[in-house]
Protein backbone atom coordinates (compact mmCIF):
# COMPACT_ATOMS: atom_id res chain seq x y z
CA UNK A 1 0.00 0.00 0.00
CA UNK A 2 1.46 3.41 -0.99
CA UNK A 3 2.12 6.00 1.78
CA UNK A 4 0.98 9.62 1.31
CA UNK A 5 2.91 12.49 -0.81
CA UNK A 6 2.22 15.29 1.79
CA UNK A 7 1.20 16.10 5.14
CA UNK A 8 -2.50 15.72 5.03
CA UNK A 9 -4.63 18.10 7.17
CA UNK A 10 -7.50 15.31 6.89
CA UNK A 11 -8.24 11.55 5.95
CA UNK A 12 -11.32 11.15 3.98
CA UNK A 13 -12.49 7.71 3.86
CA UNK A 14 -14.78 6.21 1.31
CA UNK A 15 -15.50 2.36 0.92
CA UNK A 16 -16.64 1.27 -2.24
CA UNK A 17 -17.99 -2.02 -3.54
CA UNK A 18 -19.64 -2.62 -7.47
CA UNK A 19 -20.65 1.49 -7.13
CA UNK A 20 -18.92 2.88 -9.80
CA UNK A 21 -22.00 4.36 -11.38
CA UNK A 22 -22.08 6.41 -8.58
CA UNK A 23 -18.14 6.43 -7.41
CA UNK A 24 -16.57 9.57 -9.51
CA UNK A 25 -19.76 11.86 -8.67
CA UNK A 26 -18.75 11.19 -4.77
CA UNK A 27 -15.08 11.89 -5.42
CA UNK A 28 -15.75 14.85 -7.15
CA UNK A 29 -17.77 16.21 -4.95
CA UNK A 30 -14.36 15.78 -2.19
CA UNK A 31 -12.98 18.58 -4.69
CA UNK A 32 -15.40 20.99 -3.82
CA UNK A 33 -14.64 20.99 -0.43
CA UNK A 34 -12.42 24.22 -0.12
CA UNK A 35 -10.08 22.58 2.11
CA UNK A 36 -5.92 22.27 0.98
CA UNK A 37 -4.13 18.52 1.59
CA UNK A 38 -6.84 16.24 1.82
CA UNK A 39 -6.15 12.78 1.83
CA UNK A 40 -8.72 10.39 -0.31
CA UNK A 41 -8.99 6.90 1.04
CA UNK A 42 -11.15 4.67 -1.20
CA UNK A 43 -10.71 0.97 -0.22
CA UNK A 44 -12.64 -0.98 -3.11
CA UNK A 45 -13.83 -3.85 -1.65
CA UNK A 46 -13.68 -6.60 -4.02
CA UNK A 47 -15.22 -4.73 -7.01
CA UNK A 48 -16.18 -6.78 -10.67
CA UNK A 49 -17.94 -3.25 -12.13
CA UNK A 50 -14.32 -1.80 -13.47
CA UNK A 51 -14.52 0.27 -10.22
CA UNK A 52 -10.97 -0.94 -9.43
CA UNK A 53 -9.80 -0.21 -13.12
CA UNK A 54 -11.44 3.71 -13.11
CA UNK A 55 -9.47 4.21 -9.61
CA UNK A 56 -6.31 3.08 -10.54
CA UNK A 57 -6.31 5.63 -13.51
CA UNK A 58 -7.75 8.33 -11.44
CA UNK A 59 -5.00 7.48 -8.68
CA UNK A 60 -2.28 8.52 -12.02
CA UNK A 61 -4.15 12.01 -12.05
CA UNK A 62 -4.79 12.84 -8.46
CA UNK A 63 -1.93 12.63 -5.95
CA UNK A 64 -3.80 12.82 -2.99
CA UNK A 65 -5.96 9.92 -3.69
CA UNK A 66 -4.91 6.57 -2.57
CA UNK A 67 -6.72 3.13 -3.78
CA UNK A 68 -6.55 0.23 -1.17
CA UNK A 69 -7.65 -3.35 -2.25
CA UNK A 70 -9.61 -5.61 0.09
CA UNK A 71 -11.69 -8.56 -0.84
CA UNK A 72 -15.32 -8.35 0.87
CA UNK A 73 -14.64 -7.48 4.24
CA UNK A 74 -17.82 -5.36 4.16
CA UNK A 75 -18.86 -1.46 4.83
CA UNK A 76 -17.01 -1.94 8.54
CA UNK A 77 -13.89 -3.32 7.47
CA UNK A 78 -13.43 -1.28 4.45
CA UNK A 79 -13.71 1.57 6.87
CA UNK A 80 -11.23 0.27 9.63
CA UNK A 81 -8.72 -0.57 7.00
CA UNK A 82 -9.05 2.80 5.84
CA UNK A 83 -8.66 4.47 9.69
CA UNK A 84 -5.13 2.15 10.34
CA UNK A 85 -3.88 3.71 6.84
CA UNK A 86 -5.00 7.41 7.33
CA UNK A 87 -2.34 9.79 7.79
CA UNK A 88 -3.93 13.13 9.19
CA UNK A 89 -5.38 13.90 12.43
CA UNK A 90 -9.00 13.79 11.18
CA UNK A 91 -10.80 11.59 9.40
CA UNK A 92 -13.92 12.34 7.47
CA UNK A 93 -16.66 9.62 5.67
CA UNK A 94 -18.20 9.57 3.09
CA UNK A 95 -19.95 6.59 1.38
CA UNK A 96 -19.10 6.19 -2.52
CA UNK A 97 -23.21 6.43 -3.67
CA UNK A 98 -23.59 9.88 -1.08
CA UNK A 99 -22.29 13.27 -1.99
CA UNK A 100 -20.70 16.27 0.08
CA UNK A 101 -22.12 19.86 -0.70
CA UNK A 102 -19.79 22.48 -1.44
CA UNK A 103 -17.78 23.66 1.71
CA UNK A 104 -19.45 20.59 4.04
CA UNK A 105 -15.97 19.36 4.84
CA UNK A 106 -14.31 23.07 5.36
CA UNK A 107 -16.48 23.98 8.21
CA UNK A 108 -16.51 20.83 9.95
CA UNK A 109 -12.63 20.94 9.66
CA UNK A 110 -12.11 24.06 11.04
CA UNK A 111 -14.52 23.64 13.94
CA UNK A 112 -12.85 20.72 15.08
CA UNK A 113 -9.43 22.72 14.73
CA UNK A 114 -10.48 25.57 16.70
CA UNK A 115 -12.29 23.21 19.05
CA UNK A 116 -10.08 20.72 20.62
CA UNK A 117 -12.28 19.38 23.12
CA UNK A 118 -14.94 18.03 20.52
CA UNK A 119 -14.47 14.79 19.54
CA UNK A 120 -16.77 14.36 15.93
CA UNK A 121 -18.93 16.33 14.74
CA UNK A 122 -21.52 15.58 12.24
CA UNK A 123 -24.36 17.71 9.86
CA UNK A 124 -28.17 17.27 9.10
CA UNK A 125 -28.27 15.54 5.56
CA UNK A 126 -31.00 14.67 3.01
CA UNK A 127 -32.44 11.86 1.39
CA UNK A 128 -32.14 11.22 -2.43
CA UNK A 129 -34.17 9.35 -4.23
CA UNK A 130 -32.32 7.11 -7.20
CA UNK A 131 -34.12 9.66 -10.06
CA UNK A 132 -32.86 12.33 -7.56
CA UNK A 133 -36.06 13.39 -5.63
CA UNK A 134 -35.78 15.44 -2.28
CA UNK A 135 -37.11 12.92 0.31
CA UNK A 136 -36.64 14.81 3.27
CA UNK A 137 -33.66 15.69 5.80
CA UNK A 138 -32.92 13.57 8.58
CA UNK A 139 -33.58 16.25 11.60
CA UNK A 140 -36.87 16.36 9.89
CA UNK A 141 -37.50 12.84 10.31
CA UNK A 142 -36.27 12.39 13.93
CA UNK A 143 -37.13 15.81 15.48
CA UNK A 144 -34.27 16.48 17.66
CA UNK A 145 -35.29 19.61 19.99
CA UNK A 146 -32.35 21.27 19.02
CA UNK A 147 -33.43 21.41 15.35
CA UNK A 148 -34.25 24.66 15.49
CA UNK A 149 -30.89 25.81 15.89
CA UNK A 150 -29.60 28.21 13.16
CA UNK A 151 -27.92 26.39 10.11
CA UNK A 152 -25.07 28.60 10.40
CA UNK A 153 -22.71 27.02 12.59
CA UNK A 154 -21.88 24.04 14.97
CA UNK A 155 -22.80 23.62 18.87
CA UNK A 156 -22.21 21.02 21.55
CA UNK A 157 -24.76 18.40 21.92
CA UNK A 158 -26.02 17.76 26.12
CA UNK A 159 -26.13 14.73 26.78
CA UNK A 160 -25.03 13.48 23.38
CA UNK A 161 -24.84 9.49 24.09
CA UNK A 162 -28.30 9.41 25.66
CA UNK A 163 -29.48 11.58 22.57
CA UNK A 164 -28.00 9.55 20.07
CA UNK A 165 -29.49 6.28 21.72
CA UNK A 166 -32.86 7.27 21.60
CA UNK A 167 -32.28 9.23 17.59
CA UNK A 168 -30.55 7.85 15.06
CA UNK A 169 -29.46 11.10 13.97
CA UNK A 170 -25.94 10.84 12.48
CA UNK A 171 -25.25 9.93 8.74
CA UNK A 172 -22.24 8.11 8.42
CA UNK A 173 -21.01 10.75 5.38
CA UNK A 174 -21.61 13.89 7.62
CA UNK A 175 -19.47 12.54 10.13
CA UNK A 176 -16.02 14.12 11.07
CA UNK A 177 -13.75 12.74 14.01
CA UNK A 178 -10.33 12.53 15.65
CA UNK A 179 -8.13 9.71 14.44
CA UNK A 180 -6.98 8.86 17.74
CA UNK A 181 -10.55 8.34 19.43
CA UNK A 182 -11.34 6.04 16.32
CA UNK A 183 -8.19 4.42 17.48
CA UNK A 184 -9.02 4.29 21.35
CA UNK A 185 -12.80 2.63 20.39
CA UNK A 186 -11.28 0.10 18.32
CA UNK A 187 -12.84 1.45 14.96
CA UNK A 188 -15.90 0.04 13.94
CA UNK A 189 -17.49 -3.59 15.19
CA UNK A 190 -17.16 -5.90 12.36
CA UNK A 191 -18.96 -8.95 14.39
CA UNK A 192 -21.87 -6.45 14.40
CA UNK A 193 -24.80 -7.87 11.25
CA UNK A 194 -26.13 -4.14 10.98
CA UNK A 195 -26.03 -0.73 12.55
CA UNK A 196 -22.25 -0.79 13.17
CA UNK A 197 -22.04 2.79 12.46
CA UNK A 198 -24.74 3.44 15.24
CA UNK A 199 -22.94 1.76 17.42
CA UNK A 200 -19.10 3.31 17.05
CA UNK A 201 -20.96 7.21 17.26
CA UNK A 202 -22.24 5.46 20.66
CA UNK A 203 -19.34 4.65 21.59
CA UNK A 204 -17.26 7.71 20.52
CA UNK A 205 -20.06 9.97 22.43
CA UNK A 206 -19.44 8.44 25.79
CA UNK A 207 -15.75 8.85 25.51
CA UNK A 208 -15.49 13.21 24.38
CA UNK A 209 -17.97 15.97 23.45
CA UNK A 210 -19.68 15.69 20.15
CA UNK A 211 -21.29 18.82 17.91
CA UNK A 212 -23.42 18.92 15.95
CA UNK A 213 -25.42 21.71 12.57
CA UNK A 214 -28.32 21.79 11.33
CA UNK A 215 -26.95 22.55 8.10
CA UNK A 216 -27.75 20.32 5.23
CA UNK A 217 -24.47 19.16 3.95
CA UNK A 218 -24.77 16.11 2.55
CA UNK A 219 -26.72 14.42 -0.05
CA UNK A 220 -27.64 10.65 0.91
CA UNK A 221 -28.73 7.83 -2.09
CA UNK A 222 -31.82 5.78 -0.60
CA UNK A 223 -31.63 2.79 -3.07
CA UNK A 224 -34.58 0.83 -3.79
CA UNK A 225 -34.79 -2.30 -1.07
CA UNK A 226 -31.89 -0.89 1.04
CA UNK A 227 -33.15 -1.01 4.36
CA UNK A 228 -35.83 -3.77 3.92
CA UNK A 229 -33.87 -6.15 3.02
CA UNK A 230 -32.16 -5.84 5.80
CA UNK A 231 -34.57 -5.04 8.74
CA UNK A 232 -34.38 -8.50 10.20
CA UNK A 233 -30.32 -7.82 10.62
CA UNK A 234 -30.55 -4.12 11.61
CA UNK A 235 -33.15 -5.32 14.49
CA UNK A 236 -31.21 -8.34 15.78
CA UNK A 237 -28.26 -5.32 16.33
CA UNK A 238 -29.92 -2.78 17.50
CA UNK A 239 -31.58 -5.20 20.30
CA UNK A 240 -27.61 -6.13 21.19
CA UNK A 241 -26.35 -2.75 20.87
CA UNK A 242 -29.04 -1.23 23.11
CA UNK A 243 -28.77 -4.22 25.60
CA UNK A 244 -25.54 -2.40 27.00
CA UNK A 245 -27.50 0.25 28.43
CA UNK A 246 -30.15 -2.00 29.99
CA UNK A 247 -28.79 -1.83 33.29
CA UNK A 248 -27.77 2.00 33.53
CA UNK A 249 -30.10 4.06 35.70
CA UNK A 250 -29.37 7.71 34.20
CA UNK A 251 -32.60 9.29 33.73
CA UNK A 252 -31.79 10.45 29.86
CA UNK A 253 -30.41 6.91 29.05
CA UNK A 254 -33.78 5.53 30.35
CA UNK A 255 -36.08 7.57 28.25
CA UNK A 256 -33.66 6.79 25.43
CA UNK A 257 -34.59 3.55 25.49
CA UNK A 258 -37.90 3.91 25.53
CA UNK A 259 -37.49 5.51 22.45
CA UNK A 260 -35.89 2.41 21.51
CA UNK A 261 -38.43 0.10 22.49
CA UNK A 262 -40.75 2.07 20.68
CA UNK A 263 -38.25 1.78 17.09
CA UNK A 264 -37.92 -2.11 17.72
CA UNK A 265 -41.79 -2.63 18.24
CA UNK A 266 -42.70 -0.20 15.23
CA UNK A 267 -40.35 -2.26 13.36
CA UNK A 268 -41.43 -5.25 14.12
CA UNK A 269 -45.09 -4.40 13.12
CA UNK A 270 -44.08 -3.05 9.81
CA UNK A 271 -42.88 -6.83 8.70
CA UNK A 272 -46.11 -8.34 10.69
CA UNK A 273 -48.30 -5.93 8.37
CA UNK A 274 -46.35 -6.71 5.31
CA UNK A 275 -46.66 -10.57 5.85
CA UNK A 276 -50.29 -9.85 6.56
CA UNK A 277 -49.80 -10.79 10.24
CA UNK A 278 -52.86 -7.93 11.50
CA UNK A 279 -53.36 -8.88 15.03
CA UNK A 280 -49.61 -9.33 15.30
CA UNK A 281 -49.05 -6.02 13.70
CA UNK A 282 -51.55 -4.57 16.27
CA UNK A 283 -50.16 -6.17 19.32
CA UNK A 284 -46.40 -4.85 18.07
CA UNK A 285 -47.72 -1.45 17.41
CA UNK A 286 -49.68 -0.76 20.95
CA UNK A 287 -46.14 -2.34 22.30
CA UNK A 288 -44.39 0.82 20.41
CA UNK A 289 -47.31 3.30 22.03
CA UNK A 290 -46.60 2.32 25.51
CA UNK A 291 -42.59 3.12 25.08
CA UNK A 292 -43.56 6.11 23.37
CA UNK A 293 -47.49 7.43 22.87
CA UNK A 294 -48.59 8.19 19.37
CA UNK A 295 -51.87 9.07 17.76
CA UNK A 296 -50.43 7.54 14.62
CA UNK A 297 -49.12 4.41 16.23
CA UNK A 298 -52.74 3.70 17.65
CA UNK A 299 -54.56 4.82 14.45
CA UNK A 300 -52.03 2.30 12.71
CA UNK A 301 -52.96 -0.01 15.58
CA UNK A 302 -56.65 0.28 15.42
CA UNK A 303 -56.75 -0.60 11.44
CA UNK A 304 -54.05 -3.57 11.88
CA UNK A 305 -57.00 -4.65 14.93
CA UNK A 306 -60.22 -4.61 11.97
CA UNK A 307 -58.12 -6.05 9.02
CA UNK A 308 -56.94 -9.15 11.27
CA UNK A 309 -60.37 -9.65 12.84
CA UNK A 310 -62.17 -9.61 9.24
CA UNK A 311 -63.30 -13.05 7.65
CA UNK A 312 -61.14 -14.82 5.63
CA UNK A 313 -62.89 -15.74 2.40
CA UNK A 314 -62.51 -19.22 3.50
CA UNK A 315 -64.70 -17.92 6.11
CA UNK A 316 -67.43 -15.97 4.15
Not at 161 to 178: C, F, I, P, Q
Not at 180 to 204: C, P
Not at 253 to 265: F, M, N, S, T, Y
Not at 293 to 306: I, N, Q, Y
Amino acid sequence: MSRPLFDARVSVIMPNRNNLDTLPAAIHSIGLQQVDAVEILVIDDGSTDGSREWLSAMARELPQLRVLETESLGPAGARNVGISEASAPIVAFLDSDDLWLRGKLRVQLEHLERNPAIGMSFTDYRHVGPAGEDRGTCFDYWRPAFRTQPPTHFFALEEAEALLLGHNLVGTSTVAVRKSLLQNANGFATDLVSAEDWDLWLRLAAMAPVAASTMIMTDYLMRPGSLTSRLHDRLTAIETIAGRYRTRTERPIRQALRKVDARLARARAEIARKDARHLSAAMAELRACCAEPSRPGLRAAAADLVRGLQPSPAQI
